[in-house]
């Protein structure tokens, strides 16, 4: 009786908390509404060093704030460079753990047996080197949170791995046999499609449930422009600050910033106005002067690079996933029905390779591409094989199998 009771006033409790957020989020959409009818520009929006105006990053800052207060895992999935570990930071600030420790890895960085120690530690002696105990990141990160960036990347042998400790909240250290318990928030990023990965049996649909709780999808750049100026202003405040100059744009330099799409988001934004601002003549940046206007940009070459496939990897411009398992195909009937064409997007993916034996597919994307060609998209990933194979719509392994045909040697950066 009692019990049932407290479940009734727990049910209603979330009900009132679920109407009050529901009522804030109309109150300011009405208010914004109405400044957008008198002309009046919406205040810009700042929570952790996220700043915009803009409804959609607007919206975004109100779901963060609804979920933060929870222990629930959260998603955050958008292109590269939308500023996914600035968010799942805001999360953790936001959140009762904010006390706590935030500890980030980069699965996409580490192979997996390096992935593996670095998430659970390792014990004195457990392989050559382990000179010492070391604890993972999921100790360090107890009672707090820890950001697995990058985590479509995993294999799925480690995917099983993480998926134990995920529901359990206990996992052994590589060469040890004490069960470790601890309590971590878990926050994850992707900029691939994991319901494609999961129908393709690349990515396992149980650990897929378990970190998509709530996935958050952050805007492209593309789809904020009103916050391209603030943005960039606060880039330029940055830049003056370190490096004790009193650079400023001109105005016919603001507007040519603004009318870019930036493909890599705000971390081409933050490119662009750095190499503007040391390069420039003066302390005024003209509209010249800018990337876009020599023909330099960044992400243009590489675009040019892929002819015409995405340089952002993963996710295409102007996509957004459906948190949605699709189920993989039936096997081939005899009439197959026509596909109907999908819409395309301001960046085009690229295409998906038929399916062959693997080796022939190694040997085929690597004879694809020049050795130059290949050393310039690694030094733009920073010498990551998994981000540069992203960026060529290629695998980690078809990298690796070209760096070693081509005889590139690998530079650690």
Request: charged share 25%.
């Given at each position: 009786m009692v019990a049932s009771l407290l479940e009734q006033a727990l049910r209603f409790?979330?009900?009132v908390a679920r109407d009050r957020d529901r009522a804030l989020e109309d109150t300011r959409r009405m208010l914004q509404s109405v400044s957008e009818q008198r002309g009046v520009a919406p205040a810009?929006?700042?929570?952790?060093?996220?700043?915009?105006?803009?409804?959609?990053?607007?919206?975004?800052?109100?779901?963060?704030?609804?979920?933060?207060?929870?222990r629930t895992p959260v998603l955050l999935r958008g292109e590269s460079g939308t500023g996914k570990e600035l968010f799942a930071r805001a999360v953790h600030s936001q959140s009762p753990r904010a006390k706590g420790p935030f500890i980030r890895v980069n699965c996409a960085a580490l192979s997996e047996n390096l992935l593996e120690s670095e998430l659970f530690g390792h014990e004195k002696g457990a392989f050559t080197g382990a000179n010492a105990l070391k604890k993972g990141r999921f100790e360090l990160a107890d009672r707090g949170t820890l950001f697995l960036d990058e985590i479509g990347e995993i294999s799925p042998a480690f995917q099983t791995k993480l998926l134990r400790v995920l529901q359990e909240g206990e996992f052994e250290r590589v060469g040890g046999m004490h069960t470790i318990k601890v309590d971590v928030r878990i926050v994850a990023a992707t900029n691939r499609d994991l319901e494609d990965a999961v129908a393709r049996g690349q990515f396992?649909?149980?650990l897929y449930f378990r970190i998509c709780v709530v996935p958050i999808v952050l805007p492209p750049l593309?789809?904020?422009?009103?916050?391209?100026?603030?943005l960039a202003q606060l880039f330029l405040d940055r830049f003056n600050t370190l490096n004790g100059t009193s650079v400023?744009?001109?105005?016919?330099?603001?507007?040519?910033i603004c009318r870019c799409k930036f493909p890599g988001n705000v971390r081409e934004l933050e490119n662009c106005v750095n190499r503007a601002a040391a390069?420039?003549?003066?302390?005024?940046?003209?509209?010249?002067?800018?990337?876009?206007?020599?023909?330099?940009?960044?992400?243009?070459?590489?675009?040019?690079?892929?002819?015409?496939?995405?340089p952002i990897g993963g996710l295409a411009a102007g996509h957004l996933v459906t948190p949605s398992v699709r189920l993989p195909a039936s096997?081939?009937?005899?009439?197959?029905?026509?596909?109907?064409?999908?819409?395309?997007?301001?960046?085009?993916?690229?295409?998906?390779a038929a399916a062959e034996p693997e080796d022939a597919m190694l040997r085929r994307k690597s004879a694809n591409i020049t050795r130059d060609e290949l050393i310039h998209v690694m030094e733009s990933a920073g010498w990551v094989q998994a981000k540069a194979a992203r960026l060529?719509?290629?695998?980690?392994?078809?990298?690796?199998?070209?760096?070693?045909?081509?005889?590139?040697?690998?530079r650690r950066i």
């Open positions: 409790r979330q009900r810009p929006v700042s929570i952790d060093g996220i700043i915009g105006a803009s409804p959609a990053i607007t919206e975004v800052i109100a779901q963060l704030k609804r979920v933060a207060g929870t396992r649909a149980d593309r789809n904020r422009k009103s916050d391209i100026k603030p400023r744009f001109a105005a016919d330099a603001f507007e040519e390069l420039s003549d003066g302390e005024i940046v003209l509209a010249d002067e800018l990337a876009c206007r020599q023909g330099s940009c960044l992400s243009s070459e590489l675009f040019r690079l892929q002819e015409g496939a995405s096997p081939p009937q005899t009439a197959a029905p026509q596909p109907q064409p999908a819409p395309e997007p301001a960046f085009p993916a690229a295409p998906l060529l719509g290629m695998t980690p392994r078809q990298i690796a199998y070209a760096l070693q045909k081509l005889e590139i040697p690998i």
